[in-house]
């Protein structure tokens, strides 16, 4: 039995659509993320898992036990969960102990029990020296941080966590995705996290839904889902990629000034009429003279047309021969080309990924 | 001899007649046994517009120190206020009041009508200034226990005395302009009166002149009292005894006896049918009209209803002047009239 | 649907909304009932309406009565916004001074002001004129408040207060971050105040615009002491002789109705201006608030502040001095005119003063804290909709400031003079009309002030397992705490003064000081009534500042330099 499940949730305010046919179910323990653009419904997706807004139509379920549903919900504070909201909303009128010790005194522990597992927690998160602080006095990591430690020590069956890194600095938000996902691991508490940053529901996920205009497109596990995304949408959305499209005609798929044979790919019978594939950035090689032919590659000569460096790596785009197409190449830092310099390509079409 | 015989006698009787005079109750007859029955009603209350608060303050202890065991309680407001209280309370049923004071006559006729008042014949009518006796109800529903006058007054440090106006029709005069102070009919049954007055005396073109002064319009007779102290305006037709209070202050007003009349306001009282305390209001009925009483009222500078009781100095007493006033039909009638009139010409 | 999934805590939302509606409803219904009621004989009709509007002179004194309250509105915020600003957003010196001045001003009745000015400004022999006469030469004042332009200016020194407070609860929490990024770009502090900081107090203005308004048209006792003598047709006078002898309640009550129209209207008018703009300044975070600084304007900003409060406290309070402890306030400055025998008098030797005393300041205590309780959840509950139709009960809640006291006390009378409820003759009548009377305000400023704050943080405490008011409690209250000491305040201070439902609802044992203030100016007696009005002043003032004391920490205040 799931720990959550959600069976064809919509969500519908006046004439919109906010979440349209959601179904997704967690695994005890599972994290997983609702990845997508601001308005793609994941926190109204959130919300009602928490429990503030019924679903128009489905419903949600919790070890087995309906919580959720049109006609009657449970409400939040019924439903032992914990939720990380995007502004924090620490409790301004309370000191950091107080406000972490907060659910487990609606919980009616005893003040010894309460005491030592709010400094237990202060220590994991590291704030055990600011317990005594008002928030107005903390920067915005130690709120966050607050946040979390509050959320968890009440043991909640699942944990709902609303885009919480989005107000903090760049190597903050790093640290903090790390410290989340430790968090987990040590609590294995089910997880629900919603953001529009791939990198961290990359980093913290067992899973990925993304999701788009209301609707999951694709619910994978971040390896797959970077490799083999199934929508123009999810392959543009996380990673950066390049469109390939093309036609099959006989035993060859014919791009722009290019075609590879159809026997390279993964499921050559598949491919019939026009067809799209993904093809990312890392997944394509440059060369200044044609590599050596293969059974995997695939090989295509260029221009480059456009370059930039980023330390780290090379943000190339080249023009096949011949081609309108441009394709952004990532090469390593050592792999110099000039602007104009004729190149070779190099491609392994098992690397491309078939969109619907 | 027989001479110096009887002046002996009059020279030991005169101060034995003095002591007799000077008796201190004035009681009249089965008092005792209308105070023993009120005393179980133990307090009265009483809605008055007579006079000012400190002087109903003022009557309501006399009426506790004269009667030990009842407690006197009074509102007192407007004439149009306290007729609307008491009609709202006698729609709901609730009898708070025991008697009733109003200024403006012309509620007597309505709360007879009604069936609200019971009669009384006070024993202590007697006592009552003869001028007064016509303006009591001859079934005995409401008899007048206070008096007041609509007179000329005017600012002395402005206006001297060679110059002030000696009759209403002076007030007419263009070098008032600017500086007349009325009160309105509509908030003061005072005010209302000395309107149909003037129109029965000098027709209503007498304020269609006025107007012509720009008078400032108040709301209560008392209002003039105000403005004359601002020195807004300089003479007003103002109340002879909320004028004479402020003048005992030290502030600078004087009164003038209109020669062709001051406006003698008559101001009845009755006893309410569902009166809570019907003795005690009887009881206080009397006590209204007693040497008490008056002696207090006078001391706040309102006119004495009793025979016995004289004005002290600087007031006139109501037998000395000239007064006049319109009948209760002509004020029952007369009023509203009035105030439609007064709207018209003033615009307010 | 299954037990559990129920929130218990509807229960007590749908009970407060009952007692809502038995506070407001029941006797407005009994209003708009005997409109249409004949006098006499009870039957439905038209008639009253015909006779209520049937006169030009009625019609003029509604309009007058929606000009003078447009107008007031308007000087009011041209009194208040920048005395908010000043004191909340600038390094203004002298702010303590402005604040107490300001004060001072709400807790004058209005009357008693009105009284006074017109001693300054009567056209004759106001002070201000004799001392404009004396200082050019000239043969007559320039000042009249005899006039609609004194009117709206005696009015609006009392109702700016309110602008001052509603605008100046929403500056405070602004954080100065909005200021600075208008600044970064260019904009000079002027430019950035009215395009940035006073826009965003919009909501709190709007409010604050439409209680200065009701007010203005609502008020009697100004209106009798200047608009009569100024031969200004206004309603509530108008209404006063729908009351006269014999009284047509029924014709009155027609009458009223149109303000009810108005107050929707209003109400329509505030919620499509500022509908789709989101409010919510406050989080969980928040910036810091620093005070711009005006270099020597600052100097000028006093001085606009001080002459603003000069009008509506500083000169009345000295004519109020002067004839309080005057023998004969005629007789004017004079060391031998002066006398404590007035505050003797009414301290002393009238008993009536000192009952009079305790029951102005218990029922309105008692009364502020019921408008508040009760407009607080009834906010919340539209807020956060807990029930259907969230909406017509904002509405409700802030019918009753329409009504013009008179009225609403009469409705009060008949609702509450006949079984099963009976009031009349007790406290509490006075105290429910009271509540009814000033539950708009109240619930304004619940209304803005719970806006204020991100729903998130409540949500936080349902999630953790609290229920809605655990919420209520330990986490929406005590950040109100500021906020709300403000909002009774609101309500107390106004309670202490009110007068036209109080002159209509009071017997021997319940007897107020704004009744017996009145009293005294329908009779005449300035010196008494002015040492009444002075007691009233200081003893507000006095529970007031003990009040303050008790209101703890701040939380609404961000960040400080760590």
């Known amino acids: ?356 | 001899m027989d001479i110096a015989r009887s002046s002996i006698k009059w020279i030991v009787l005169t101060p034995l007649l003095f002591l007799a005079c000077a008796a201190p109750a004035s009681a009249f007859e089965g008092e005792q046994t209308l105070y023993e029955a009120a005393k179980k009603e133990k307090e009265l209350t009483w809605y008055t517009a007579h006079y000012g608060s400190e002087t109903a303050a003022a009557v309501c202890n006399g009426f506790e120190k004269k009667y030990p065991g009842i407690k006197c309680n009074y509102i007192r407001t407007t004439a149009q206020v306290a007729y609307q209280r008491l009609a709202q309370d006698q729609k709901a049923g609730l009898a708070v009041a025991s008697v009733f004071s109003s200024t403006d006559a012309s509620h007597y006729g309505r709360l007879k009508q009604d069936g609200w008042l019971q009669p009384y014949r006070t024993k202590n009518v007697a006592e009552l200034i003869d001028a007064f006796k016509p303006y009591n109800d001859p079934d005995d529903m409401f008899v007048a226990t206070a008096a007041g006058l609509v007179l000329i007054t005017y600012n002395t440090s402005v206006v001297a005395a060679k110059d002030a106006p000696k009759k209403w029709t002076d007030l007419l005069d263009p070098k008032w302009k600017d500086h007349v102070s009325i009160g309105h009919p509509s908030f003061s049954g005072y005010v209302g009166t000395w309107v149909v007055q003037m129109r029965k005396s000098y027709g209503w073109d007498y304020f269609k002149k006025l107007e012509l002064n720009k008078p400032r319009i108040g709301r209560s007779i008392n209002d003039t009292v105000t403005m004359l102290n601002a020195k807004e305006s300089w003479v007003a037709a103002g109340p002879s005894a909320t004028t004479l209070q402020s003048k005992d202050k030290g502030n600078p007003l004087a009164l003038v006896y209109p020669e062709d009349g001051a406006i003698l306001m008559v101001s009845p009282t009755g006893i309410l049918k569902n009166a809570p305390a019907p003795n005690a209001a009887k009881l206080f009925e009397e006590y209204l009209l007693s040497r008490e009483c008056n002696e207090i009222m006078v001391k706040q500078r309102e006119e004495s209803v009793n025979k016995s009781v004289k004005p002290l100095p600087g007031a006139r007493s109501i037998a000395e002047i000239k007064t006049i006033r319109p009948t209760y039909e002509e004020i029952d009638k007369g009023i509203p009239e009035v105030k439609e009139l007064f709207r018209d010409t003033f615009g307010i | 649907m299954r037990w559990r999934h129920l929130d218990k805590s509807v229960f007590l939302w749908l009970l407060l909304v009952a007692a809502l509606l038995l506070l407001v409803i029941n006797p407005l219904a009994r209003l708009v009932w005997s409109s249409f009621q004949h006098g006499a004989t009870g039957a439905f009709t038209l008639d009253n309406y015909v006779a209520a509007y049937g006169r030009w002179r009625y019609v003029e004194a509604l309009v007058n009565s929606v000009v003078l309250g447009l107008a007031v509105a308007a000087v009011c915020v041209v009194f208040g916004v920048p005395l908010a600003w000043a004191v909340s957003r600038t390094d203004m010196p002298g702010k303590g001074l402005v604040w107490a001045a300001i004060l001072g001003t709400f807790i004058m009745p209005s009357y008693l002001g009105a009284v006074a000015w017109i001693l300054l400004a009567g056209p004759n022999a106001g002070w201000l004129n004799r001392a404009y006469m004396g200082l050019t030469g000239a043969a007559a004042g320039p000042f009249n408040i005899y006039t609609k332009a004194g009117l709206v200016l005696v009015i609006a020194c009392y109702s700016f207060p309110y602008m001052f407070v509603f605008t100046r609860s929403a500056l405070d929490l602004i954080s100065s971050e909005m200021e600075e990024a208008a600044t970064t770009l260019g904009a000079g502090v002027l430019r950035t105040t009215l395009r940035v900081t006073l826009p965003l107090t919009l909501p709190a203005m709007m409010a604050a615009f439409i209680v200065a308004f009701l007010e203005a048209i609502a008020l009697f006792g100004v209106p009798a002491l200047i608009a009569l003598p100024g031969r200004i047709q206004l309603m509530t006078t108008t209404l006063w002789q729908f009351f006269e002898f014999p009284p047509r309640v029924q014709v009155a009550a027609a009458y009223a109705m149109p303000l009810l129209g108005i107050t929707a209207l209003l109400f329509w008018l505030q919620q499509r201006l500022i509908a789709r703009k989101g409010y919510v300044a406050l989080t969980g975070k928040g910036g810091e608030r620093r005070m711009v600084k005006l270099g020597s304007w600052r100097w000028v900003m006093l001085a606009y502040c001080l002459f603003v409060t000069s009008l509506s406290f500083f000169l009345p309070m000295v004519v109020v001095l002067q004839a309080a402890f005057a023998k004969a306030w005629g007789r004017g400055f004079s060391l031998d005119n002066l006398t404590l025998a007035n505050l003797k008098f009414v301290v002393v030797d009238q008993p009536i003063t000192r009952a009079a005393t305790l029951h102005t300041f218990v029922y309105g205590g008692a009364s502020a804290a019921l408008a508040l309780g009760l407009a607080l959840a009834i906010a919340y509950i539209v807020h956060r909709r807990l029930v259907p139709f969230g909406n017509a009960l904002s509405y409700v809640a802030m019918a009753p400031f329409v009504i013009p006291g008179i009225v609403l006390a009469i409705g009060f009378y008949a609702a509450y003079t006949s079984p099963p409820l009976v009031l009349y003759g007790t406290a509490w009548i006075l105290i429910l009309a009271f509540t009814t009377r000033f539950l708009p305000i109240a619930y304004a400023n619940s209304n803005a002030a719970l806006r204020a704050i991100n729903p998130e943080l409540e949500d936080a405490v349902r999630i953790l397992g609290g229920g809605r008011l655990l919420a209520l409690r330990r986490v929406v209250g005590p950040l109100l705490k500021r906020g709300l000491a403000g909002a009774f305040l609101l309500v107390f201070i106004p309670a202490t003064r009110e007068l036209s439902s109080a002159i209509f609802l009071y017997t021997t044992g319940t007897q107020v000081l704004s009744v017996l203030l009145f009293d005294k100016s329908d009779e005449g007696n300035f010196e008494y009534l002015s040492a009444i009005g002075l007691i009233l002043v200081i003893g507000t003032v006095a529970l007031v500042l003990a009040g303050f004391r008790l209101v703890g920490r701040d939380f609404m205040l961000k960040r400080t330099a760590a």
């Open chain 1, 1 to 356: 039995m799931s720990k959550l499940a959600l069976h064809h949730v919509s969500c519908r305010f006046g004439g919109i659509t906010a979440v349209d046919d959601v179904s997704l179910e967690l695994e005890a323990g599972e994290f997983v993320s609702l990845l997508g653009p601001s308005g793609c419904g994941k926190t109204t997706t959130l919300r009602m898992i928490a429990g503030f807004l019924n679903p128009s139509v489905g419903t949600i379920e919790m070890d087995g036990d309906m919580i959720s549903s049109p006609a009657s919900a449970l409400p939040p504070e019924k439903r032992n969960m914990s939720m990380i909201f995007q502004s924090y909303a620490i409790w301004p009128n309370m000191t950091v102990a107080e406000n972490v010790a907060f659910g487990l005194e609606v919980r009616r522990l005893s003040r010894a029990a309460v005491r030592a597992k709010v400094d237990h927690i202060l220590d994991v998160v590291r704030l055990a020296a600011l317990r005594d602080r008002y928030p107005a006095e903390l920067s915005g990591g130690q709120q966050q941080r607050v946040a979390l430690a509050r959320a968890i020590v009440v043991q909640p069956a699942v944990l709902l966590l609303d885009e919480p890194l989005s107000n903090l600095d760049a190597n903050l938000r790093e640290e903090m995705r790390y410290e989340i996902r430790r968090l987990h691991d040590e609590f294995q508490i089910t997880t629900v996290y919603v953001t529009h940053d791939q990198a961290e529901a990359m980093v913290t996920s067992d899973r990925i839904a993304v999701m788009n205009q209301g609707r999951i497109e694709q619910v994978e596990e971040p390896r797959a889902l970077y490799a083999r995304p199934l929508t123009r949408f999810v392959a543009g959305f996380i990673g950066r990629t390049n469109f390939l499209e093309g036609e099959v005609h006989g035993a060859e798929v014919v791009f722009d000034h290019f075609a590879i044979a159809l026997a390279r790919f993964v499921e050559p019978p598949a491919l019939r009429g026009k067809v799209a594939f993904s093809l990312r950035p890392q997944s394509i090689h440059l060369h200044r003279r044609p590599p050596a032919a293969s059974e995997r590659t695939c090989v295509i000569p260029g221009r480059i047309v456009q370059r930039a460096y980023l330390g780290e790596h090379w943000d190339y785009v080249v023009r096949p021969k011949d081609a309108e197409l441009q394709l952004r190449v990532t090469a390593r830092p050592h792999e110099v080309f000039e602007l104009n310099e004729h190149v070779w390509l190099e491609l392994e079409p098992s690397q491309m990924a078939m969109l619907r």
